[in-house]
């Protein structure tokens, strides 16, 4: 199995509008998506978004019931609290 990350910026200048820098953007992730994981890195996050997309369904389940119920999760011990 193979991991990567795409990460791109952009910064409006000159006659570059914030849309023009998102547009791009959109057609970069477009261009890549045959090998989105269907998960994403939160570390710079600029618009409301869930934890839940940067886990997969079944661990992201896991953790919300682990911190719900401070039980184990596939064997793993307890750990603190997170939220």
Same mark, same amino acid.
């Given at each position: 199995m193979t991991a990567s990350l795409l990460y791109g910026v952009g910064v409006p200048a000159g006659s570059i509008t914030a849309d023009a820098?998102? @547009?791009s953007c959109?057609?970069?992730h477009d261009?890549? @998506?045959p090998w989105r994981a269907g998960r994403q890195y939160l570390g710079f996050v600029e618009r409301h978004t869930s934890a839940a997309e940067a886990? @997969?369904?079944d661990?992201?389940?896991?953790l919300v019931g682990h911190l719900a119920t401070a039980?184990?999760?596939?064997g793993?011990?307890?750990s603190p609290?997170?939220?």
């Open positions: 820098v998102g @547009a959109a057609r970069l261009a890549m @998506a886990f @997969a369904a661990t992201y389940a896991c039980s184990t999760c596939n793993a011990s307890s609290d997170i939220s």
